[in-house]
């Protein structure tokens, strides 16, 4: 069975860190690539980065360049998403997601298997 399981959301304050882990299970992400989403309140779902399992090759999308590192740890089959100087506009639900066969980190397309997602807020 199919499993991703994203981990690590919280409250912070504007300027502070987190790190999200999102745990796969089930299946070999060999061929996968795992891609970060985000969703706020009354907004549309939007692409954040993603990394290619093969690898290593990563995508960023231009809201979080220069803020955020996606990584992955084959041995654990997790995805992180180191996320730092956190804005109040970064403030959403995180989904993990996993797309196959993917050859070239993109988030443009239809990702097979979702997470639960992670609630990050992030407030003075």
């Known amino acids: 069975q199919v499993q991703l399981v994203e981990s690590g959301g919280g409250l912070v304050q504007p300027g502070s860190s987190l790190r999200l882990s999102c745990a796969a299970s089930g299946f070999t992400l060999d061929y996968y690539g795992i891609g970060w989403f985000r969703q706020a309140p009354g907004k549309e779902r939007e692409g954040v980065s993603c990394i290619l399992w093969s690898d290593g090759r990563t995508y960023y999308a231009d809201s979080v360049k220069g803020r955020f590192t996606i990584s992955r740890d084959n041995a654990k089959n997790t995805v992180y998403l180191q996320m730092n100087s956190l804005k109040p506009e970064d403030t959403a639900v995180y989904y993990c997601?996993?797309?196959?066969?993917?050859?070239?980190?993109?988030?443009?397309?239809?990702?097979?298997?979702w997470g639960q997602g992670t609630q990050v807020t992030v407030s003075s």
């Open positions: 997601a996993a797309a196959e066969p993917l050859t070239i980190p993109t988030l443009s397309i239809p990702y097979n298997y």
